[in-house]
């Protein structure tokens, strides 16, 4: 259900740049604007869960995220937009700590590992949502009316899936053994390669409807098109990841995701042509699938530390992504178009939005370099 929604939403960045007169740098802006709400709200809900349980959070959480997200479309200008997101923020995020909490328990009662599968149905969602979005925007629904008629979806499936939520008392954290002071370099190394890995996703998630219709030129409801092949990718790539891992080895899913995701983001940057690019966005989809799920699972293996602290260490790192990726693909974008001396700019006009996104393109190389150097992956 996140995931459905954040890719309907996104996917209509292009008109709301025009509605609310942004550049890509002021997009930038408002998406970090949402992460910053995202990021002081999961510390909380962690306290909240505590004091409340997962179930409760969570209900509440979803409630609050899908009534939010509509009023995206009726704000009167840029400003109320960056009042607003960082509720949206705060809402998903909160959501998205319950919601592990409750696949924390899930995975107990089912007696093996199933994580991955959450992880897949989050991408399933996406994918589902950037499809659903084509078929809005292909009708001719307004910003206003696409978003309340996805509100409306996502409320009757939160309350069909509302009594499936597992009970849960709230108690006391436990303790547990072990240091959480062993920060160490191996924690550190999973980090960034977290932090590569979600600012690549999270980079061509965000940006690609735009990039679909002010690069390559495309219609607008071709434009959620390449966010479903990364988030389509992505579901395929996690459905076989067990598989993969198993056949190939963990420390191989990192060096040849990250190389196939290079690859791809390069196709659709030198190749700016509607089909070439949704290709190209959907070998980084495949590219990135696994990786996150390795990275955590060694992270809960440190010597030293208990596993939580070293998946929350990581999975800190990797998130704050979110919070200094768009801008960063953002700004670059104008910087390159707008700040350079006239004449100078490598691609004119927004199709300086290459530009930003070769961004993940260094990134993937920063992460195929640190898989094949430092990271010691133990299966």
């Avoid at 929604?5 to 609310?20: G, H």
């Avoid at 509100?151 to 009594?163: E, G, K, N, S």
């Avoid at 932090?195 to 434009?223: F, H, K, N, Q």
């Avoid at 389509?232 to 963990?250: N, T």
Wanted: aromatic share 10%; charged share 10%.
């Amino acid at each position: 259900m996140n995931g459905f929604i954040y890719a309907n939403w996104t996917s209509r960045l292009p008109r709301l740049q025009e509605v609310y007169g942004m550049d890509n740098g002021q997009t930038g802006f408002a998406l970090t604007c949402l992460a910053v709400g995202a990021l002081v709200a999961m510390p909380l809900a962690g306290f909240l869960i505590v004091r409340y349980g997962s179930r409760r959070l969570t209900i509440f959480s979803t409630l609050v995220f899908i009534a939010t997200v509509p009023v995206i479309a009726f704000l009167p200008g840029y400003l109320a937009l960056l009042f607003v997101m960082p509720l949206v923020g705060v809402s998903t995020g909160v959501m998205d700590v319950g919601m592990n909490a409750q696949a924390v328990d899930v995975e107990k009662l089912w007696g093996k590992p199933i994580t991955s599968s959450f992880h897949a149905c989050f991408s399933g969602g996406m994918f589902v949502g950037a499809g659903t979005a084509a078929g809005f925007i292909a009708l001719g629904f307004d910003v206003g009316q696409h978003f309340i008629a996805v509100a409306i979806l996502t409320l009757v499936a939160a309350f069909y899936a509302r009594p499936g939520l597992l009970s849960d008392d709230p108690v006391a954290a436990e303790g547990s053994s072990g240091s959480s002071s062993n920060f160490g370099t191996a924690i550190i190394l999973l980090g960034i390669c977290s932090l590569c890995t979600m600012i690549g996703e999270g980079g061509v998630a965000d940006w690609s409807p735009i990039y679909m219709t002010r690069v390559t030129g495309s219609a607008e409801a071709l434009a959620p098109i390449g966010q479903a092949a990364l988030s389509g990718a992505m579901l395929v790539g996690r459905g076989l990841g067990d598989y993969i891992r198993l056949r190939f080895g963990s420390v191989n899913v990192v060096r040849g995701g990250s190389l196939l995701a290079f690859l791809g983001i390069m196709v659709a940057l030198l190749f700016p042509l509607p089909g070439l690019a949704i290709a190209g966005f959907a070998l980084v989809g495949l590219g990135v699938a696994n990786i996150i799920p390795v990275v955590f699972s060694e992270a809960s293996k440190v010597p030293g530390l208990r596993p939580g602290v070293g998946i929350s260490s990581v999975s800190t790192i990797g998130y704050s992504a979110f919070l200094f990726g768009p801008p960063i693909i953002g700004f670059i974008s104008d910087y390159q178009n707008s700040l350079l001396p006239e004449g100078m700019a490598l691609f004119p006009g927004i199709a300086g939005l290459r530009v930003g996104l070769g961004v993940v393109a260094l990134l993937m190389l920063v992460l195929l370099a640190l898989s094949v150097f430092f990271l010691r992956v133990r299966d």
